[in-house]
RNA sequence: GCUGAAGUGGUGGAAUUGGUAGACACGUUGGACUUAAAAUCCAAUGUCCAUUAGGACGUACGGGUUCAAGUCCCGUCUUCAGUACCA
C-alpha cells in the first residue's frame, strides 16, 4: 500500500452536463420548495383534509444519524401522496425542545441551555432540509418559546379548574362543583377525588373558612397539590415518573431511584381510567400498542371486602377479583406499610411484626421485586371475622402484598392463589378446598373456567360468574363489601425540580396555590447563575432572585419585595417532559400562530386531528397516553371537537448499527528487559511504554478460537509476538525484550475485542488500516494481518455514539444524494420492523437512480419523445401504478420501491420514450425520490412542481392477459409450464394438458386418478 | 409467569383469498471494456446428487388438515419488545 490519500469515492463523476447531478438537483430544488412555499398548508379549501404528523424531536446535541430520519421519510412520502391523490396536506414539524439532556449541559458547561437548544436545532434544521421533506415550516412549534407554553400553562390552569363528575363521565368547571357544596355538601357528588375525604353537609361548607374551602377543592381538583411517596433519584436531583424508570433505575443515566415523599403536582388522570381504555376500541393503532395501553391502565373486576376486627373498631379493606372463593379466605395478609398495622399488632407479636418492619423497610423496592422466591411475613396476632361464617381470620404482614396497590390488604385464599397457598404452606396455615373435584395437594387451582364452587353456604354448586355475583350481592346486603373496578393506572406526578421546563403558573398565598390569570401568561422562565438545586435542597428555580408574584401589578418582581400580602413567592418546580408534546399537535393547525387562542376554532373545526402519526413504540405508555388524556380534558371543557388525538398510529421500527470489532491482546507487563543489567532502568520502561503506545490486535480468527488454538494459530502468534520484540530491538538497540510468561497461559482473559469505528471498515468487513492508523490513539497499533487484511467482527446493536456505529445522514447525503438515502431507507425492510442498517447496500438504489436518468436523459439530451406507447410500455405503467398505490396505502414502502425498479428495467429493456408513459411514473416516485421527479419533470416542460400533478389513475384493461403460462405439477410437484388460452373451459384446459407430450411422459402409462384445474392458476395431476 | 410480535439463501428482504418459494437488492464468482483501477455492461448464484438430461431436499422443530401449506390447525423450541409478587 503506497497512497495513503485514498478515499472512497462511491461513483465517478463523469465530465458530461448529462450526467445525473445528484447534489446540484437536490440543492436545486430544495431551494425553489423554501421559496414558492410549495408545501405551505392552508387553513381553508375545498379539497378534503388529510393530516401527517411525526413524533416531533427532542434537539440532542449530537445531531441526527440514519435511523432518526425513517419515519419522517414514510410519513413524507404519504404526505406527499396525499396531496397527489388530491387531500388539503397538513405535514408541520417541530421540536420539543424542553429537557434534561441541554440541562445537564448546562450544568457542566455554564451554557444556557436556551442557547444550546438554538444550536442544536439549527442543525436538526440543516439535516432534515437536506433530506427535502415536505414539511409546512410556517407552523413550526417549539416547547421552549414563551410563546407556545404560555398555552401549556393555560392548559394546566384549565386541569386546575376542573373537577371530574362520574355521573355525567366528563370534567367540568370546578364552578359547578363549588355550586354543588354550597346546595348539597358533598355526600350526594359521585366524584374521581382523593380517598380520605370527610363528608360535609351544606352548612359545614358555607361555615368552611376560604383558605379551608380551597383545601377541600384541591382534593377534587384534576391537578392537585398532594404530598406523596414519589421515585426520587438523587443523581438527577428530580422526581421521575413510573415510566422514566427502567429497571429500578432511571431511563436516563441508569442512576439509583429510591422512594421519598415530597408534596407534588399530580395529574388526576386515573379519573379518565375507563374512558382512557374504551377510546382505544375506537382508533387505528396496532393492537401491540393497544395492548400495552390495556395493560398500562389495568383494569380488575372485583369487589372490595370490608373485614371487622376482632376486639378493634377498624375494619380491613381488600379488594378481590374473586369474591366467589369468599369461603375459602382463613387469613389475610397486610402490606407492612399497612396504616394498621401497629394498632393491630398484639402485645406478644409486637417485637417480632417491627423486626419484619424494619428489615423489609431496608430492601429497596427494586430488591423486594426481584426477589420473588423467598417467602417471608409475620403474624400480627389479631384476628378478624369472616363476613359470613364468622369464623376468626388470622391476620398477617408480607411483603409479597404491595402497599401501593389496590387497599395494601388482600384476603388469602390459599386454595385458589398460589401466591396465598405458598404462603399458607410455608407458616403452616391450613388449606381449606372450596373446589368441587379439585385436587390442590400440589398447588393452588386458579383457574376460573370448569369448576363448582363447594364447602360455601349460599354459594354451593355455582359456577364463579354466578358466585361473584352473588356473594356480591350478598356482602352488599350485609354492608360489608361492594363490586368495584380497580385501575392499576396511577395519578401522575406532575412536578420536576429541573430549571429547563415551562414554570407553573402558579404562587403560593400562606401555602395555597394560586392560579395567575391567562391575560398575564406567559410566566417566563426566570435566569439563575447555576442550573442545580439549591443548598436547601430547594429545586433550581430557588436560585432566581425575580421570582415572586406581585398581585397588584401582575408582574414578576424581586424577591426581596415578597410580604406575603400583595407579593407571594411563585412555584419553584418546572413541568415534566410530557407537558409540551401532550398538545403540540393542536397548535401546527394555527396557521396565523395567533396570540390569543392556542389554536382558533376554525382551525381545530377544520382540521380536526392527527389523520396519520408515525413516530417510536417507546412512547406507548408516556406521550401517547398523556397526550389522550390532555384532549379528553379539553374536550369536556369545551375548548375541541375531538376525543383522540391521532386516528392512526404507526410505529416505525429502529434503525440498528452494524457494530465492528477488533480484539485487543492484552500483555500486562509481560516483558522483561535484558541488556546486561539484572534490573530494567527508567530509560528501559520509558522506552518499553513509548513502543508499545497503541494496542495490539489479533485477528478474529485467533479471538474466536481462543479456548482452543490451533498449533498453527499458536506458531502465528509466537511468530508476530517475536517480530514485535525483533522491532523493538531494532529500534531500541540497548534493549532486548523476553517473555514474563507464557502467553498462551490464560489467553482468553487476556483478549478482548473492543469497538471500532464502522468509517474504517470497508464493505468486505475489513479493516482501511491507514485510516485507522491515522485516528487519535491508534498511529502506534500492532496489527496482526491475516492475508494482507484484518477482517472485523460484526454485530447489528442500537445506533449509538458510544458504540462507534454511527452513521450520519450529511454523510450519504453527500456521497449519494438525498433520493437515494430516502429510497434506502424505504427499502430495507417494512417499516414497523428493527433492521440494521448497512451503507453497502446503497449501491442498489442509487444505481437504480442512475438507470432511472439514463432512460430520461441520453448522451445528447432528453430522451423522450411524442411516441405512441406500445402494449408492453403500458401494461408496465399500469401494474407499477396498481403496485404503487396499493403499496403506499399499506404502509408498505420496501415493495414500492422494488417496483419502481421493475419498472424502469422492463422499460430500459423495451427501450421506452414515449412522455406518455414516462411522465406519468415520474409522479408514481415523487414521493419517494422527489428531487429527481421534479428535476425530470421539469425537463419533461412541466413549469409547476410535479407535487401539484395528480395520481395517475389505473386503468385494469392494460393489463388484461389473454394466455397464462400454467405450472403443472404432478401430486403437488410443479415438473414443467404450459402456455395455454385464458378462454379455455375448466375441460379443454384438462384435455390440453393431459394430451401434452410431457404430461405423458411424466405419468408413464399410469392413468391419474384425479385431475385439478383451477383456471387462471394451476393444474394439478394427482395419481 | 403473562401479553404482543417474529423465526424464509451468505445478507436485507419478496410471496392477494392456501396455487410455480426465494421477487427486488446487497454480497460473492466468472467474463467484457481498460496499461491499470474506478465506473459501466453481461452471466452464474438455496443446498445436495448427476458430465448432461434430470433428480432429491428445502420457509425454526414435530405432527395434522388438503389435490396443493411459508400461508390453516395442534404441540414444541428460539429471539425481540412490553409488563409483573396487581390480589
Redesign the pocket.
Known amino acids: 500500500m503506497c497512497c495513503n490519500t485514498f478515499k472512497f469515492?462511491?461513483?465517478?463523476k463523469?465530465n458530461s452536463t448529462m450526467r445525473y447531478d445528484f447534489n446540484q438537483i437536490e440543492k436545486k430544488w430544495q431551494d425553489y420548495w423554501a421559496k414558492n412555499e410549495t408545501f405551505k398548508a392552508s387553513n381553508t379549501s375545498e379539497k378534503p383534509k388529510y393530516y401527517v404528523l411525526d413524533m416531533f424531536p427532542y434537539p440532542s446535541g449530537a445531531g441526527l444519524h440514519v435511523g432518526h430520519p425513517l419515519g419522517y421519510i414514510a410519513s413524507d412520502i404519504y404526505a406527499r401522496y396525499k396531496r397527489h391523490k388530491g387531500f388539503n396536506v397538513l405535514h408541520p414539524q417541530g421540536y420539543d425542545s424542553f429537557g434534561l439532556p441541554a440541562e445537564q449541559y448546562a450544568i457542566q458547561t455554564g451554557q444556557h441551555p436556551a442557547v444550546t437548544t438554538q444550536t442544536n436545532i439549527k442543525t436538526y434544521r440543516r439535516q432534515l432540509d437536506q433530506i427535502g421533506f415536505s414539511f409546512d415550516w410556517s407552523r413550526e412549534v417549539r416547547t421552549s418559546n414563551p410563546e407556545y407554553y404560555k398555552w401549556t400553562q393555560w392548559i394546566f390552569i384549565q386541569l386546575f379548574e376542573s373537577w371530574y363528575n362520574n355521573d355525567s363521565n366528563k370534567a367540568e368547571d370546578i364552578k359547578t362543583l363549588v355550586k354543588l357544596f354550597s346546595l348539597e355538601g358533598n355526600t350526594t357528588v359521585n366524584a374521581a377525588c382523593d380517598d380520605n375525604i370527610e363528608s360535609f353537609t351544606t352548612e359545614d361548607w358555607n361555615g368552611y373558612s376560604s383558605e379551608k374551602q380551597q383545601e377541600v377543592l384541591l382534593k377534587y381538583r384534576l391537578t392537585y397539590l398532594a404530598e406523596t411517596e414519589v421515585n426520587w433519584c438523587p443523581e438527577l436531583g428530580t422526581v421521575l415518573a413510573?415510566?422514566e424508570i427502567?429497571n429500578g433505575v432511571s431511563e436516563r443515566g441508569g442512576y439509583p431511584v429510591v422512594r421519598k415523599k415530597m408534596t407534588q403536582w399530580s395529574m388526576r388522570i386515573s379519573a379518565y381510567a375507563e374512558r382512557l381504555l374504551q377510546g382505544l376500541d375506537t382508533i387505528d393503532w396496532?393492537?401491540?400498542l393497544k395492548?400495552?395501553q390495556?395493560?398500562?391502565i389495568?383494569k380488575?373486576v372485583?369487589a372490595t371486602v370490608s373485614f371487622n376486627v376482632n376486639g378493634h373498631d377498624e375494619n380491613i379493606d381488600?379488594?378481590?377479583?374473586?369474591p366467589d372463593t369468599i369461603f375459602g379466605v382463613n387469613f389475610m395478609?397486610l402490606?407492612p406499610e399497612h396504616e394498621l398495622v401497629s394498632q393491630l399488632t398484639t402485645e406478644a407479636q409486637k417485637a417480632e411484626v417491627e423486626a419484619y418492619i424494619l428489615k423489609t423497610a431496608k430492601r429497596s423496592e427494586r430488591e423486594?421485586?426481584a426477589?420473588?422466591?423467598?417467602?417471608?411475613g409475620v403474624f400480627t396476632g389479631a384476628y378478624a371475622e369472616h363476613p359470613f361464617s364468622k369464623e376468626p381470620v388470622q391476620i398477617w404482614i408480607?411483603?409479597?402484598?404491595?402497599?401501593?396497590?389496590?387497599?395494601?390488604?388482600?384476603?388469602?385464599?390459599p386454595c385458589g392463589?398460589q401466591?396465598?397457598y405458598d404462603f399458607a404452606n410455608h407458616f403452616g396455615i391450613e388449606i381449606p378446598n372450596i373446589f368441587e373435584g379439585v385436587d390442590i395437594s400440589e398447588e393452588a387451582y386458579g383457574s376460573k373456567d370448569n369448576v363448582k364452587i363447594a364447602n360455601s353456604d349460599f354459594l354451593n354448586g355455582m359456577n364463579c360468574k354466578k358466585a361473584s355475583k352473588r356473594a356480591i350481592y350478598e356482602l352488599e346486603k350485609i354492608g360489608q363489601g361492594e363490586g368495584k373496578t380497580?385501575y392499576?393506572l396511577r395519578d401522575a406526578v406532575f412536578s420536576r425540580q429541573r430549571y429547563w421546563g415551562e414554570p407553573f403558573p402558579v404562587y403560593y398565598v400562606n401555602g395555597m396555590p394560586q392560579m395567575i390569570a391567562k391575560a398575564h401568561l406567559p410566566i417566563v422562565l426566570p435566569e439563575v447563575e447555576k442550573y442545580l438545586p439549591t443548598e436547601e435542597g430547594e429545586p433550581p428555580l430557588g436560585r432566581a432572585d425575580v421570582w415572586a408574584w406581585d398581585t397588584e401589578s401582575n408582574a414578576v418582581v424581586s424577591n426581596d419585595k415578597i410580604n406575603n400580602t400583595t407579593i407571594h413567592p411563585l412555584e419553584l418546580n418546572t413541568m415534566p417532559g410530557w407537558a409540551g408534546s401532550s398538545w403540540y399537535f393542536f397548535r401546527y393547525m394555527e396557521d396565523a400562530m395567533r396570540d390569543d387562542t392556542f389554536a382558533s376554532e376554525d382551525a381545530l373545526n377544520y382540521w380536526e386531528n392527527v389523520d396519520l402519526y408515525i413516530g417510536g413504540?417507546?412512547h406507548?405508555?408516556g406521550h401517547l397516553l398523556y397526550s389522550r388524556f390532555w384532549v379528553k380534558l379539553l374536550k369536556d371543557r369545551g375548548f375541541v371537537n375531538v376525543e383522540e388525538p391521532f386516528k392512526k398510529l404507526i410505529n416505525q421500527g429502529m434503525i440498528l448499527g452494524t457494530s465492528a470489532f477488533v480484539y485487543v491482546l492484552h500483555l500486562p507487563f509481560g516483558f522483561n528487559f535484558r541488556d546486561g543489567k539484572s534490573k530494567s532502568t527508567e530509560e528501559d520502561k520509558l522506552a518499553y511504554s513509548s513502543f508499545f503506545e497503541g494496542n495490539i490486535y489479533i485477528p478474529k480468527t485467533i479471538y474466536d478460537n481462543r479456548k482452543s488454538l490451533s498449533k498453527e494459530e499458536k506458531g502465528k502468534l509466537t511468530s508476530f509476538i517475536d517480530e514485535l520484540k525483533d522491532e523493538f530491538h531494532s529500534k531500541n538497540p540497548n534493549h532486548v525484550l523476553v517473555d514474563q510468561f507464557d502467553v498462551f497461559e490464560n489467553f482468553e482473559s487476556n483478549c478482548n475485542p473492543i469497538h471500532v469505528n464502522v468509517k474504517f471498515v470497508n464493505?468486505?468487513d475489513e479493516l482501511i488500516i491507514e485510516d485507522f492508523k491515522s485516528s487519535y490513539g491508534n498511529n502506534d497499533a500492532k496489527i496482526l494481518i491475516e492475508n494482507e487484511n484484518y477482517t472485523v467482527g460484526r454485530e447489528v446493536e442500537k445506533m449509538s455514539k458510544s458504540k462507534l456505529n454511527v452513521v450520519n445522514p450529511d454523510d450519504i447525503v453527500a456521497d449519494y444524494g438525498a433520493d437515494s438515502l430516502r429510497l434506502y431507507e424505504m427499502?430495507?425492510?417494512?417499516l414497523?420492523?428493527?433492521?440494521?442498517w448497512?451503507t453497502?447496500?446503497?449501491?442498489?438504489?442509487?444505481?437504480?437512480l442512475?438507470?432511472l436518468w439514463?432512460l430520461y436523459i441520453g448522451e445528447n439530451g432528453l430522451n423522450i419523445n411524442a411516441a405512441e406507447p406500445t402494449k408492453d410500455n403500458l401494461k408496465t405503467l399500469h401494474k407499477t401504478i396498481k403496485k404503487v398505490q396499493?403499496d403506499i396505502e399499506n404502509f408498505?414502502f420496501?415493495?414500492s420501491?422494488?417496483t419502481f425498479?421493475?419498472a424502469?428495467?422492463e422499460l430500459t429493456a423495451q427501450k421506452c420514450t414515449s412522455k406518455e408513459i414516462l411522465e406519468p411514473l415520474l409522479i408514481l416516485m415523487s414521493p419517494y425520490a422527489p428531487h429527481i421527479a421534479e428535476e425530470l419533470w421539469s425537463q419533461l416542460g412541466n413549469s409547476d412542481s410535479i407535487s401539484k400533478a395528480s395520481f395517475p389513475e389505473f386503468d385494469a384493461s392494460y393489463l388484461v392477459e389473454s394466455s397464462?403460462?400454467?405450472?403443472i405439477?404432478f401430486?403437488?410437484?410443479?415438473?414443467f409450464?404450459i402456455e395455454l388460452s385464458l378462454d379455455l373451459s375448466k375441460d379443454d384446459i384438462e384435455a390440453a394438458v393431459l394430451a401434452n407430450e410431457k404430461t405423458i411422459a411424466?405419468l408413464d402409462g399410469r392413468s391419474p386418478k384425479?385431475v385439478?384445474v383451477?383456471p387462471g392458476?394451476?393444474v394439478?395431476i394427482?395419481g
Open positions: 469515492v462511491p461513483y465517478f463523469e413510573n415510566d427502567v396496532t393492537d401491540a395492548e400495552t390495556r395493560n398500562w389495568g380488575s372485583g381488600v379488594f378481590t377479583t374473586r395478609t402490606a423486594r421485586m426477589d420473588v422466591k423467598t417467602i417471608s408480607g411483603d409479597y402484598v404491595l402497599a401501593s396497590y389496590g387497599t395494601g390488604a388482600v384476603m388469602a385464599v392463589d401466591r396465598d380497580n392499576r413504540s417507546e406507548a405508555t464493505s468486505s427499502f430495507l425492510g417494512p414497523e420492523q428493527y433492521k440494521p448497512n453497502a447496500g446503497i449501491t442498489g438504489v442509487h444505481n437504480f442512475k438507470k439514463k396499493e408498505s420496501n415493495t420501491v422494488s425498479m421493475i424502469i428495467n397464462k403460462e400454467y405450472p405439477s401430486n403437488g410437484k410443479t415438473r409450464t411424466q384425479k385439478i383451477v392458476k394451476i394439478n394427482v
